[in-house]
């Protein structure tokens, strides 16, 4: 039974460490006015990297609010401290449920509905005066849309990494049941994905505040992990790739997470509604939505707790939705148009996507676990995928490897043709090569290295932030990197490997992407209608 720290730690967001930093005196703290607010920082004067933590961008979604699109911030007069983590989003648990219901976090970091906040690093002088015009950064952290924190992240790291190079910006959303509820009654008297709403009002502060930090508004790139990838992926497609000021030029994602994704007002949207009214006593209100907007919170995330902990084992109930607005269709079908927001686009699968959300104590066939993970099928694709994946190994590893290609690594594949001659992909593959594996050699700070090689580190971790500077890779932070040259995909179908021998050496080479694989990804394809992709 997963468990959400097994959650966290799967998704690679658990907090080993939590950022603070505290006043020095007044050279070391200063101080930026935000129009709406004033926010006191601090510099880390080991490294002259300034931080801002906590700082608001959008107005407490509580009340009225609820459920609703993200609102401005009120002005606030005086001086705010920005050095102290700020709240999480409440939280949930992943899918538990041997079947398809459709067929410790540390003290200091509350979880509550308050968590529109946001974490600035950027390197600066001994008085925190930041440099100017320097391309950024946004993080958006992964953990299943239901789970995951700015805290559980250092942007120091993104930071040191780029040799001072990068600004960085990490941002909180509402999760589960607070940023997902789906239906009809939301589309009519709230927001639908408030979450992906939230990402992209963080990007509009971004666009207009980031010059204050030394940020470049122009010369922005958006990255994830999991669903922090996933979340990419949505604002890419994001108002049919017509988002207006375009608010990045970069996309990169690391294991995108594309789960089913329904239309709004489609029969498991309006179930989970359904489901979220009966456990906050709301079935018998003259209006719903008024009803569940003044439930007690605690009462919801009850409710998000209970319905997200009863999904199928390693799934995630409450994801985005095609809204007909912000997500226009399919996503699927926009990558497929070419209707897509940004310029370049690097992607980073891991090698075993899919293990981590398998129950690895039950074994079914890989026919019977498509029918279980995606419930429009029917026994003809069913057969399908028993026939795709006969000859992949075990009937374990083959159920591993649906999970793994359905969800993740085949819509990478179908990012990086929406971006013809633009775009680069990677393979983690450093043992064992599971999700969330690759997070630690970006993100040290958060825990160390498994193949702690200080080669194969910058090679990978540079790899990212040449491509936030120059939105290539081959343009080097440092050029003695051990990374050869990097093929565009599209115009060579390869990849760069990165990985190491069993005696420690580092591996990093580009590889030719499989045509079995490939070969895959076009099932998988060809039957988004039905998985809801």
Known sequence: ??????????????????????????????????????????????NNITHFLGIRYAAAPLGDLRFRAPQ????????????????????????????NPFETRAAEIIATEDCLFLNVYYPSDGAGTPLADLPTLVWI????????????????????QSKRGVVVVLIQYRLGVFGFLPGAAVKENGALNAGLLDQDFALRWVNQHI??????PSKVTIWGESAGAGSVLQQVIANGGQTEPQLFR??????????????????IPELLFSEVVAQTNCTTAMDAMACLRAADATVLENANNNINAAGFFGTFPMVPVVDGVF???????SLLEGKVNGEALLAV????????????????????????????????????????YADLGTELFQVDAVQGESIFICPTYYLLDAFPGRSFKGEF??????????????????????FNNTAFINAFAQSFTSFIINLDPNIKVDPTTITPPWNKFNISDTEMLFNRTAAGVPVVQPITTSDALLERCRFWNSVGNLTGQ
Not at 88 to 98: D, F, I, K, M, W
Not at 211 to 216: H, L
Request: proline letters at 7%; hydrophobic letters at 35%.
């Open 72 to 99: 401005a911030p009120a002005n606030t007069t005086g001086v705010q401290p920005a050095t102290v983590q700020p709240n999480e989003c409440l939280q949930a648990p992943t899918g538990r449920s041997p079947t």
């Open 349 to 388: 699968t891991n090698t075993f996507e899919g293990t981590a959300f398998v129950n690895q104590s039950v074994v079914v066939t890989a026919a019977q676990y498509s029918l279980d993970l995606f419930p429009g099928f029917s026994t003809a694709q069913a057969d399908a995928v028993g026939s795709l």
């Open 250 to 267: 970069g996309a990169i994602t690391s294991s995108t997470f594309l789960p089913s994704q329904y239309n709004f007002n489609d029969r």
């Open 327 to 333: 997500i226009t269709q399919r996503p699927i079908l």
């Open 429 to 450: 593959a450093v043992p064992p090569g599971l999700h969330g594996n690759d997070v630690a050699y970006y993100f040290p700070g958060s825990s160390t290295p498994p």
């Open 1 to 46: 039974m997963a468990s959400l720290h097994h959650l966290r730690r799967l998704c690679a967001i658990a907090a080993t460490v939590f950022w603070t930093v505290s006043f020095a005196g007044a050279q070391t703290s200063p101080t930026i006015d935000l129009g709406y607010a004033q926010y006191q920082g601090a510099v880390n004067t080991a």
């Open 211 to 216: 010059s204050k930090f030394g940020g470049d």
């Open 141 to 160: 952290h992964g953990g299943g849309y239901l789970a995951g924190a700015a805290s559980s992240f250092n942007g120091e790291d993104i930071v040191r």
